[in-house]
């Protein structure tokens, strides 16, 4: 496309709709005050207190270690000592010479959410798609014209505000299920802005579109590069379709298969892939919608684990989400955001979304006459699948997913004295079906504070917002994409 090309398309885009329709200008016309959102600094004493002690003591919380054998606390402390979890319980005497104690009191401390599939590049293009669907509207608009105008720094601006957005939302882990690895660059730029972000991730590296992509072969590349120590907080896994060679290279380069457009109308290839002895204990399979009860063994037996994105799947067509599926065939579920380009990424919404679908199945099913109808699911259930699920989903059950002594010590504390939720009666149902993301007051990520009184730490925030807005800019320029911010 040439710079006329551009310059014609651009004045087409910024007069599309009406009066002020385009994204781009009305993100344009706000002053610079607006974007420069305060951000947490050393200045602040307490958190500098924090982020220089071995030992932080999160002292008198309201306690879901979600671990069975901890149990959880209506009052107790947690010692994160040299960023893993110590030790939990009530009344941990420690003084203040030691460590740097961090009121608790009536806040909800537990394991940080998980969300085991979001293509983070997608970041810049948020709400793009609003009414959308998968097919056609998706496939067409995102995954094949705005996806193949990205160019590295918008990848890397993508992820950054995605990871970003994540860690604000009191989500510590997740599977970035990328898929716009065009040229090694932009798998690097995608890792890069990972890192800078300091999420816990697995990168699931995935397809891009042209003929600089080298996938799936470049990932022997990442595997003896950025990936080479396991002593990090990314992670590698393949991410595909249902696809024997994409699994052969998995096997071969013996990491994780994240599986999507898994469903009902792919399952023969599932099962074929099964017989053929390629699918392997770890594999994470991506929606299930639809799927037959031997599919579902299959998956069960070689271990794998699932990916539902319930607000995504029912708002963009995937299906009925398999939450009852995977639950009578003794399957647990982790939970996943997907996709930002139609629906919040935060995991309150996944969790009420899961929580209220499933029950409205059970209870239509007992109005309908089904005199054995499953178990109704409860918020505690939830917070496991947004925890400990996603956790095991993400093959990093061994280092977060509960606070468990010995575990790396990724934590959210919750404000629980805040007019939307309080007064405090019962902490699972708080957690999945009163609070949002304004309740996300601390997060640590293997005990180093990301986030302290409700802003990102370390972050140059107005920087992020600036990067994202012209690589979105870039985008829908270079794919000659028009959205309009008013309809
Ligand atoms: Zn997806």
Redesign the pocket.
């Known amino acids: 496309m040439s710079d006329q090309t551009n310059a014609t398309s651009r004045r087409g885009f910024l007069q599309s709709g009406t009066g002020l329709a385009a994204g781009a200008a009305a993100a344009e016309l706000l002053p610079p005050a607006a974007l420069a959102q305060p951000a947490a600094t050393n200045a602040d004493a307490d958190l500098a207190r924090v982020q220089g002690r071995r030992r932080i003591l999160l002292k008198g919380g309201v306690v879901l270690t979600l671990d069975p054998q901890v149990g959880d606390f209506a009052q107790a402390d947690v010692l994160i000592e040299d960023g893993k979890i110590r030790e939990v319980r009530p009344n941990i005497a420690i003084s203040d010479e030691t460590a740097a104690v961090v009121d608790a009191g009536n806040r909800i401390v537990l394991p940080g959410f998980v969300d085991t599939?979001h293509?983070f590049y997608q970041g810049i293009l948020r709400n793009i798609l609003t009414n959308g669907l998968l097919n056609p509207d998706y496939n067409r608009d995102v995954s094949n014209t705005l996806t193949a105008a990205y160019r590295p720094s918008d990848v890397y601006a993508g992820v950054l505000v995605t990871a970003l957005g994540m860690i604000d939302a009191g989500t510590t882990t997740a599977v970035d299920?990328s898929q716009v690895s065009h040229t090694p660059e932009h798998s690097d730029a995608g890792i890069r802005a990972l890192q800078e972000s300091g999420l816990r991730a697995v990168y699931a590296y995935s397809r891009g579109a042209g003929a600089g992509t080298k996938y799936p072969q470049d990932i022997a590349r990442l595997q003896q590069t950025t990936f080479s120590s396991s002593n990090q907080l990314l992670t590698l896994a393949l991410g595909g379709t249902l696809d024997a060679k994409i699994f052969a290279v998995a096997r071969e380069a013996g990491v994780p298969a994240v599986s999507?457009g898994v469903s009902g109308n792919t399952e023969r290839t599932l099962v074929e892939l099964g017989r053929m002895g390629l699918l392997q204990a770890g594999d994470e399979y991506?929606h299930c919608n639809h799927l037959s009860g031997i599919a579902w063994r299959l998956i069960r037996d070689t271990g794998g684990h699932v990916s539902l994105?319930p607000p995504i799947e029912m708002a963009m067509g995937h299906g009925m989400p398999a939450i009852q599926d995977a639950i009578d065939h003794g399957v647990r579920p982790s939970l996943s955001s997907?996709?930002d380009v139609t629906m919040a990424q935060d995991p309150f919404t996944i969790m009420r979304s899961t929580f209220t679908l499933q029950r409205l199945m059970v209870l239509q099913r007992i109005r309908n006459g089904d005199l054995k109808p499953p178990a109704l699911l409860t918020c505690r259930e939830v917070l496991e699948f947004a925890t400990i699920e996603g956790a095991r989903c993400a093959l990093l059950d061994r280092k977060v997913g509960t606070l468990t002594p010995g575990k790396d010590a990724d934590i959210v504390m919750l404000r629980a004295d805040r007019v939307n939720v309080w007064p405090l009666n019962n902490a699972p149902g708080v957690v999945v079906n009163l609070m949002n993301p304004i309740n996300v007051e601390n997060v640590f990520i293997a005990g180093k504070v990301k986030k302290w009184r409700g802003n990102l730490v370390g972050i140059d925030v107005a920087r992020v917002l600036r990067l994202a807005q012209a690589a979105r800019d870039g985008v829908l320029r270079r794919a000659d994409f028009k959205v309009n911010l008013l309809s």
Request: glycine fraction near 0%.
């Open positions: 599939h293509h299920t999507h991506i994105a997907d996709v």
